[in-house]
């Protein structure tokens, strides 16, 4: 090797050494954080579309890519922005875009103008077939989204044509079918022309009915069936029937479904499948509330006794308060999804503070169902012996009709039916006797209450309840305490104990009244996936007359959002009573 070689090979190692700083400083510099702005789309349904479509925010906040990557993901970004707004009707959108690089921020600005949103200048929608006369898709149309002189909107289009084969699937227009979908967009005028045509063929009936493995006589069962061979198909029918004989709680399993593949002369046969359910059911379980405290609870059903689908139902609950003993024999009325008959036998013996009862009941219940509706009517005769305090055991009889109608909606949390977000409970009761007919003494009373659960926010909720009774009676001292009206406990004034607010005797014991009023109002918060925390304030009391004092309490709690229903734990004070202790308050069950 030659001198002049190596000095040159030295030199180029030095320029090296000196430049290495410089570029490592560079690469530095080059180290940037990502952001990027879009101006120009203020709707947020559009603005989030965008959003969803432009891959460069998968980079938003972090480094920023290398130049090159940039530089490309950016002009995509162009392509993207224009492509989510087409859907909404904007095909004259223009997008333009900088890269401005800082010392510690890179940012991509866009700049867009939405332009001209594209019209529906023709909307023709052509039904054909036997479903042009159905009410139900006249009714539907008058829905549809689509009408002329509005903005093009992708998705009302094909909502439209989802609604159009949803109904044709419900219906039984099973050989329904789009012969025509044709959309034109007319971009120098910004107008399009929609043309929809469904040819629905003629509608299906239902046809003969396959049942597999039923143990009930299949008269009994019919009773579910409200449809017959023959009648227009509706794919509701099946769903009801479904829910039905899965309610019923005979069958284990339930399969329900139209035999398309066998459809003929313009029938669908429809095969029922029903698996058994164990014929006895027992259950035990301990338990424990601050009004009943520790108990126990044995229960035994027979859920068919013959063929014809009677059911019997007994249930034990023995507490450290009350021990109660109930028997029912019920009997499936003409559709047995909907109505019942009931034959009920109780006997309830209670001792707590200075109450003693023992109350021997036997009754005759009628019940209906409706879709959101539940009405009782109901005859019970009942002998109560009881004693307040220190006072002589008392002893009455009474033969008590009564009317009681119920209404319950909810929204219902999907994968918890036992948790509420948003949903209203009202009952009323009307019940009374007469000394003239089998009673000691003549009453009417009337009970209204209900409870709303609404949530303000996706964390935020407010509850709020009230129950109100009146009594009118010629011989209030023969009212037995079951008919009597108390307040106090979890689920009425909380901070007071079960059934200790009312009027009392000369002894100082709470005896109940004819009167009630209890109103309460619920704060609760979701701090956690199962939790809430709660604040609450509740007021009311019972008496002999109306303007007897209401008495107020608030308090704290927590609950915990378990599969079989909230489990609330409450701390509640009587502010009325300062000198009352703070009491706790543990209930388990729905908000409804």
């Known amino acids: ?93 223009q997008v333009s875009h900088e890269i401005v690089r800082e010392q510690d921020v890179t940012y991509v600005n866009y700049k867009v103008d939405v332009g001209q949103q594209t019209q529906l200048a023709l909307v023709a929608i052509n039904i054909t077939g036997e479903m042009a006369e159905d009410p139900e898709y006249q009714r539907l149309r008058r829905k549809f989204t ?92 099946l769903l009801d ?51 009943t405290r520790a108990r126990l609870t044995l229960a035994f059903d027979r859920r068919w006794i013959n063929d014809r689908g009677h059911r019997l139902s007994t249930l034990m609950r023995l507490s450290e308060v009350q021990n109660t003993g109930f028997i029912d024999y019920i009997i499936p009325g003409t559709n047995p999804a909907r109505d019942q008959y009931s034959i009920t036998g109780e006997i309830k013996d209670r001792s707590y503070e200075s109450l003693d009862s023992t109350l021997y009941k036997a009754g005759f219940r009628d019940t209906r169902y409706y879709d959101d509706w539940q009405r009782t009517y109901q005859l019970a005769y009942l002998r109560e012996d009881f004693r307040f305090g220190d006072n002589p055991r008392e002893s009455s009889t009474f033969l008590v009709p009564s009317a009681e109608f119920s209404w319950v909606k909810n929204d219902q949390d999907s994968d918890n039916r036992n948790l509420i977000d948003n949903g209203l409970r009202f009952s009323v009761k009307l019940q009374g006797a007469s000394n003239s007919a089998g009673s000691d003494a003549s009453f009417v009373a009337v009970s209204v209450g209900g409870k709303a659960v609404h949530s303000l926010t996706e964390r935020w909720r407010v509850l709020a309840r009230g129950e109100f009774g009146v009594m009118r009676t010629s011989n209030f001292d023969a009212i037995p305490p079951s008919l009597r009206f108390f307040a106090g406990g979890d689920h009425s004034v909380r901070g007071y104990a079960y059934q200790q607010l009312g009027p009392e005797n000369e002894d100082g014991v709470i005896i109940g009244g004819r009167y009630l009023g209890v109103t309460s109002v619920e704060f609760d918060y979701l701090v956690a996936p199962d939790w809430r ?59 409804l």
Request: hydrophobic letters at 40%; glycine letters at 8%; charged letters at 20%.
């Open 1 to 93: 090797m030659t001198r002049d070689w190596w000095i040159g090979w030295v030199l180029l190692l030095g320029c090296v050494i000196c430049t290495a700083p410089t570029f490592a400083q560079q690469l530095e510099k080059t180290q940037t954080t990502l952001e990027i702005n879009i101006a120009g789309v203020d709707d947020e349904v559009l603005s989030n579309n965008v959003r969803s479509y432009l891959e460069l925010l998968d980079y938003a906040g972090q480094t920023a890519p290398a130049s090159f990557r940039l530089r490309y993901l950016a002009r995509r970004g162009d392509t993207s922005i224009k492509q989510a707004l087409e859907p909404f009707g904007y095909y004259h959108t």
């Open 146 to 237: 689509l009408k002329e002189g509005q903005p093009f909107i992708h998705a009302n289009y094909e909502k439209v044509k989802s609604q159009l084969r949803s109904l044709a699937a419900e219906r039984g227009y099973y050989d329904a079918t789009f012969t025509q979908q044709d959309v034109t967009v007319e971009l120098s005028t910004a107008t399009a022309a929609i043309q929809l045509s469904l040819d629905s063929g003629e509608r299906y009936a239902f046809g003969d009915v396959s049942i597999c493995c039923n143990h009930l006589s299949d008269d009994f069962l019919q009773r579910y069936f409200q449809f017959s061979q023959g009648e227009p198909f509706h794919t509701r029918e």
């Open 241 to 291: 029937l479904q829910v039905a004989l899965v309610s019923s709680d005979y069958f284990e399993n339930v399969e329900v479904a139209p035999l398309w593949d066998e459809a003929t002369a313009g029938e669908v046969p429809v095969s029922v499948r029903l698996t058994p359910n164990q014929r006895d059911f027992y259950q035990i379980g301990p338990g424990y509330g601050t009004d």
């Open 533 to 591: 925390v709660a604040v609450f304030s509740d007021y009311g009391n019972s008496g002999m007359e109306w303007s007897m004092a209401w008495r107020q309490s608030i308090g704290v709690g927590v609950r915990w959002l378990s599969p079989i229903g909230p489990v609330r734990l409450d701390v509640a004070q009587a502010i009325d009573e300062p000198n009352r202790p703070w009491r706790l308050h543990l209930t388990i069950g729905p908000d």
